[in-house]
């Protein structure tokens, strides 16, 4: 079966070659990726240019900074592959990733996968490791230590299946990835073994930046519930929380990095209950 890789770019000159090289090298040939570029302003789109002519078929697409779902949406009308394939421009894989990814799809044993295997490419940074730590994931990967066998966010789904409800949705921006999921009705399975790479917020401007997108989002409860999330991001308890964790982390940076973070949380919401448009 053919795979069809489909990456969203927004401004992703810094990431975009690491990760077009590193799915050049994939075990599994019968691969065609598709760049669709989402408004960048930077060079973003000239070194994809570069890479075209490399080992596979790499497409490039454009649009209006419209957020990632719709990029994914647009590129999923031009992709030949039965099974499609979600990744970032700051992720990177292991050969056998793209292999190990859909083969439960090729064995009729699922109809979309996910990967457990998400590792931190950048886990030396500081600041990325206070990511880690305010998340509470587990040393050196992406997620919790117990996580679940099946995932709202599918990595890798049969072009079938996301024809089939239309797509990811428009509109929610940060919350598009498990819209797949809701309008499915069934959730991504497992895929063992298919690592691969995700870097973590670098420095203190990307942490403000992506707490300030991550904030931008409807809550449970509404008011009640973005009210709560605006009492947590609130400077005395960012204090006492980031000192706190700062010590029993044994990372002094994290006091910086929690307030910060939390200071981005705090703007996001508040920008998103005053304007109603979420991040994209």
Known sequence: MKVTVIIPTYNEEETINKCLESLCEQTYKKIEVIVVDDGSIDN????VGDLRFKKYDLRIFEQKHKGPGE??????????????????????????????????????NASGTWSREEYVSNWENVWALCWNINEGWEERKRHPKNYPPTQ????ALLKSEFDKVGGFELGGYYTDDWSLSQKLGYEAVAAPDAKFYH?????????????HWVAKREYKLGIL???????????????????????????????????????GIFIGILEYRMTGRGAK
């Open 152 to 155: 709202k966010v599918f990595r």
């Open 199 to 211: 870097a973590n917020p670098s420095n203190l401007s990307e942490v403000f930046n992506h707490a």
């Open 44 to 47: 973003t789109l000239s070194i």
């Open 71 to 108: 990029a994914r949406n647009l590129g999923a009308t031009h992709a030949k592959g039965e099974i499609l394939v979600f990744v970032d421009a700051d992720m990177t894989f292991e050969r056998d990733f793209i292999e190990k990814l859909v083969a439960p799809i090729i064995r009729g």
């Open 225 to 263: 519930g973005a009210t709560f999330a605006l009492f947590r991001a609130s400077l005395p308890v960012s204090l006492v929380v980031g000192l706190v964790k700062s010590i029993l982390n044994k990372t002094p940076h994290f006091l910086i990095f929690k307030i910060v973070y939390d200071f």
